[in-house]
């Protein structure tokens, strides 16, 4: 039973913060690479940001480098999304993914509002 359940959504006024998580299960976490998507009101779903399967390297949308950060705890089975200085642009499920060469998989996303 393969399981990524993301958390830590919800409202959060522009230019705040919040802090996402991925918790997964039923596959070897270690060995995948993890990454955040978004898909906001009428728009295609855009990668976010990515991080390989030892966390030894990140990379990231032009639109939010230098304001989030993607890490990962092997030995938790979580990789983490930190978003700081929120814009209202930025409103959109965020989708947690996993990636080992052909296989994938995708949680059930979690809501990011930002609004004042």
């Known amino acids: 039973q393969v399981q990524l359940v993301e958390s830590g959504g919800g409202l959060v006024q522009p230019g705040g913060s919040l802090r996402l998580s991925c918790a997964a299960s039923g596959f070897t976490f270690s060995s995948y690479a993890m990454s955040w998507y978004r898909q906001a009101p009428g728009k295609e779903r855009e990668l976010v940001a990515a991080i390989t399967s030892a966390g030894g390297s990140t990379n990231y949308a032009d639109s939010v480098k230098g304001r989030f950060t993607i890490s990962r705890d092997n030995a938790k089975n979580t990789v983490y999304l930190q978003m700081n200085s929120l814009k209202p642009e930025e409103t959109a499920v965020y989708y947690c993914?996993?990636?080992?060469?052909?296989?994938?998989?995708w949680g059930q996303g979690t809501q990011v509002t930002v609004s004042s």
């Open positions: 993914n996993a990636e080992w060469e052909v296989l994938d998989y």
